[in-house]
């Protein structure tokens, strides 16, 4: 399995501000996912994050909207901009476990936007 | 249509019996995983169990088993000898394609209460 940790673990911000969330992995893994759970929805892939290169954005979120880096095998970061009340949800990443099928989820960023 | 259905919205068990929580799925692909993971009031993701397509026999993680019937497209999670510590979300979810770096796509979960 993998240790995923996040940072925060919940914000409450103000609207039309930033919040940069932090992904920490144990071990180097070569894909990163990041995913967006709105209040009693079910989650939805933003992007991927491979190391190296550009996100690869899901059908619906933009580079200018959902910034992510990615600087080396065990971090990356996913910011929020400009943030509305509609953007208020659980943010979560996730990577794949080495040598598994099975993919590995962090505990979770719950943003609420004012 | 949707990929993963997740029909029943909530459910009940007491204390101590088996329940089973309902997963259809949609696919083309001849290569696919299985997901269950189990979402807590904190909101964190849980996996659970994973059932390959290929897969011969049907997976078993403690409490937990998946029966899978792949001419029916259904990967039903039974969770036996329910635990107060199991009333959570569950989420069933799918990744198709051989590539290990396939995303998943998740049904809209099952609402689990087990009572005294």
């Known amino acids: 399995s993998a240790v995923i940790s996040q940072k925060p673990s919940r914000d409450i911000c103000q609207r039309g501000t930033s919040l940069t969330i932090q992904c920490q992995v144990d071990?180097?893994?070569?894909?990163m996912f990041w995913y967006r759970q709105q209040p009693g929805q079910s989650l939805t892939l933003i992007a991927t994050?491979?190391?190296?290169?550009?996100?690869?954005?899901e059908s619906g979120f933009v580079i200018d909207k959902f910034p992510i880096s990615r600087p080396n095998l065990t971090f990356s970061t996913l910011t929020v901009s400009n943030m509305s009340p509609e953007d208020s949800s659980i943010y979560l990443c996730?990577?794949?476990?080495?040598?598994?099928?099975?993919?590995?989820f962090g505990p979770g960023t719950r943003l609420t936007v004012l | 249509a949707q990929k993963i259905t997740q029909t029943q919205p909530g459910m009940f068990v007491q204390e101590k019996e088996a329940v089973t929580l309902d997963c259809t799925y949609d696919?083309?692909?001849?290569?696919?995983?299985l997901f269950w993971y189990k979402q807590p009031s904190s909101g964190e993701m849980i996996f659970l169990i994973y059932?390959?397509?290929?897969?011969?026999q049907n997976a078993t993680e403690g409490r937990y088993s998946l029966n899978f019937q792949k001419a029916r497209k259904s990967a039903n999670l039974v969770i036996s000898a329910s635990q107060l510590g199991d009333s959570a979300m569950y989420f069933c979810?799918?990744?198709?394609?051989?590539?290990?770096?396939?995303?998943?796509?998740f049904g809209k979960g099952t609402m689990l209460l087990v009572s005294p």
């Open positions: 696919t083309s692909d001849p290569s696919y995983g």
């Open positions: 979810a799918m990744r198709e394609g051989q590539g290990r770096y396939s995303t998943l796509t």
């Open positions: 996730s990577v794949e476990g080495t040598g598994t099928d099975t993919q590995y």
């Open positions: 071990s180097q893994v070569t894909m």
């Open positions: 059932q390959g397509s290929y897969d011969q």
């Open positions: 994050a491979n190391q190296g290169s550009e996100a690869t954005y």
